[in-house]
Each structure stands twice: as structure tokens, then as C-alpha cells.
T-cell receptor, first 112, second 113 residues
């Protein structure tokens, strides 16, 4: 595809359930980011993957959050035991060789 | 020191007017300053970006002005159109392995016809 794709576009879950969010980056982009956009916190960095290097997890808010990237392409962000404060839009971005980050449409997560 | 401060929070401009959004930063290690445009229900879209070795960059109706000594940069939208109505975010990053973006708080722009 031409751009970053994310699925699902919307996810409603109950408090305490686990959720998985998926990101397909732009083909050929080796760097991938997850950000979170919420009313209270704005846009904040969560985690970064670059090739086979160890990910930069410094933005993950708690140990309930984890992410992986398989085969250097698709990434999944997993939130365990979801809480209401996890409700937000989760955005994935991939980075070009010119340091430009291109965002996907996001997954809107609602925790009831 | 990691913050990027953005103003105004909201802005109303008449069609054909100039929209100006300002951002300020503290960390002099920042070396990349992009602006993103976001429409409701969509992800942020890269609009224009600048590095500190230039003071101005123009792409079509969009111009970034950069003042390194003041640690400020701004987005100017010339001949603003109703289709420009969106939320605009400034951001900054610095060289290194991650290049994560630090975002401003956003400006909601409404261009009235």
C-alpha cells in the first residue's frame, strides 16, 4: 500500500481485557514508531523499532504495554488488563530515509 | 527541556487571510522541526519541516520561519482557505538513534468563508 495502515480502526473493550493493535508500515521503511494521542496528554511517544536493533521502549507508560515487530515489517502493540485511562487514539508512524515520519490513521481504543 | 510550547490553542481566520501559529522550545539539541496537519478522524499528515541551518522554508502557501537564537519557529498559511481548517501540531526531534517527535499541544484552526 501507499501509506501506513492500522487495524482495527476502532476497538471497544471492557476494562481488564487485553487488546492487540496492528500496524503495517510503508514498504521499505525500517524505522517504526507508536504514539498515543489523548485529550489530556496530547501526542506522546510510546516505542520505537529500527531494524534488528533493540527497541526504544522509554515511552511505554506501564508494563501492561508491550510491542513487537515481526520480520522488520508489521508491528503489534499489546495492552494487557486495559484500564479506562488507556482510552486514546493509538498512532503508528514509519520513517523515511529523510527522517520524515508518516502516520497511519490510528486505532481509536475505548475502554468501558 | 523536552517540551515544545505551541500557541494559540485556537485560531479563527477569514478566508484569504494569513494564519500564524507559533512554537517555542528549550532544548538546543533539537535539529528537526516538522509541522503536521490533522483532520478529524485522521492521522497527522506531514505538512512541512525545517532544520536549524535555514531561517525560512516555503512550500506553496505554507511557510516555516525559524529563529534559532530565540528558539522559536512558526507556521504561516498564506491565503487561508476553508479546507485548511484542521488541527496543526508543531514538533521537534534531535539526532540520535530514536528521533522521536516531541509534539506541541496543537492549534485548532478555523477558516471562515
Amino acid at each position: 500500500g501507499a501509506g501506513v495502515s492500522q487495524s482495527p480502526s476502532n476497538k471497544v473493550t471492557e476494562k481488564g481485557k487485553d487488546v492487540e493493535l496492528r500496524c503495517d508500515p510503508i514498504s521499505g521503511h525500517t524505522a517504526l514508531y507508536w504514539y498515543r494521542q489523548s485529550l489530556g496528554q496530547g501526542l506522546e511517544f510510546l516505542i520505537y523499532f529500527q531494524g534488528n536493533s533493540a527497541p526504544d521502549k522509554s515511552g511505554l507508560p506501564s508494563d501492561r504495554f508491550s510491542a513487537e515487530r515481526t520480520g522488520g515489517s508489521v508491528s503489534t502493540l499489546t495492552i494487557q488488563r486495559t484500564q479506562q485511562e488507556d482510552s486514546a487514539v493509538y498512532l503508528c508512524a514509519s520513517r523515511s530515509g529523510y527522517n520524515e515520519q508518516f502516520f497511519g490513521p490510528g486505532t481509536r481504543l475505548t475502554v468501558l | 527541556q523536552q517540551q515544545v510550547k505551541q500557541s494559540p490553542q485556537s485560531l479563527i481566520v477569514q478566508k484569504g487571510g494569513i494564519s500564524i501559529i507559533n512554537c517555542a522550545y528549550e532544548n538546543t539539541a533539537f535539529d528537526y522541526f516538522p509541522w503536521y496537519q490533522q483532520f478529524p478522524g485522521k492521522g497527522p499528515a506531514l505538512l512541512i519541516a525545517i532544520r536549524p541551518d535555514v531561517s525560512e522554508k516555503k512550500e506553496g502557501r505554507f511557510t516555516i520561519s525559524f529563529n534559532k537564537s530565540a528558539k522559536q519557529f512558526s507556521l504561516h498559511i498564506m491565503d487561508s482557505q476553508p479546507g485548511d481548517s484542521a488541527t496543526y501540531f508543531c514538533a521537534a526531534s534531535f539526532g540520535g538513534a530514536t528521533n522521536k517527535l516531541i509534539f506541541g499541544t496543537g492549534t485548532l484552526l478555523a477558516v471562515q468563508p
